[in-house]
């Protein structure tokens, strides 16, 4: 079992297209793109958290039709745009709004938003957030974790780890 993340995907949102220059000729495409990435990406077995802002615009049976679709346990951190519908959908195994995680020996702070402290974060903790659309300059061990950022699909933190080193050495 793998453990991925993810943000941001904005599904049904037509706005998302323009406003973060996503590459899809239309709402239709950009979903059924990402939905694609995330089941590419992501196993049956696996855990998803995903880290706010599901879906816009979009209809409580249609929002539990395509989390029912994607692969894994889901998880969701709740971000601004994720309303009651989102937050009682019977596809998510919990909702809240910020959570810590201990995964391996790897300590994990996850919010929608990023944050300028969090705790552990002088003990090695990671933050991880979405809501920036890749557009905020993240701080040593904070990660934008939302699918602007990361080829419209979820992310373990070793590709997220190993993204950075990449950067390091150029």
């Known amino acids: 079992m793998a453990v991925f993340f993810t943000s941001d995907t904005h599904f049904g949102h037509a706005g998302a297209l323009s406003r973060f220059r996503r590459p899809f ?3 239709t495409d950009m979903d059924a793109a990402m939905a694609a990435n995330w089941n590419a990406t992501v196993g049956p077995d696996d855990d998803v958290w995903h880290l706010g802002d599901f879906a ?9 039709a395509l989390l029912e679709r994607l692969h894994g346990t889901k998880h969701l951190i709740t971000g601004n745009n994720d309303g009651p519908a989102t937050r009682t959908l019977p596809g998510w195994a919990s909702v809240q709004d910020y959570a810590e995680l201990l995964l391996g020996e790897r300590r994990l702070v996850l919010c ?10 002088y003990k090695g903790a990671l933050n991880l957030h979405g809501h920036s659309h890749g557009q905020l300059k993240g701080m040593t061990r904070q990660f ?8 419209f699909r979820p992310v373990t933190v070793d590709e997220i780890l190993a993204s950075r080193q990449r950067t390091k050495k150029r």
Not at 112 to 121: I, K, P, S, V
Request: zero cysteines; proline letters at 3%; hydrophobic letters at 45%.
């Open 112 to 121: 929608h938003y990023a944050f300028r402290t969090w705790n552990g974060m």
């Open 25 to 27: 000729a239309s709402v």
């Open 56 to 64: 816009l615009h979009r209809k409580p049976d249609e929002m539990a």
């Open 144 to 151: 934008d974790v939302g699918v602007d950022v990361w080829n």
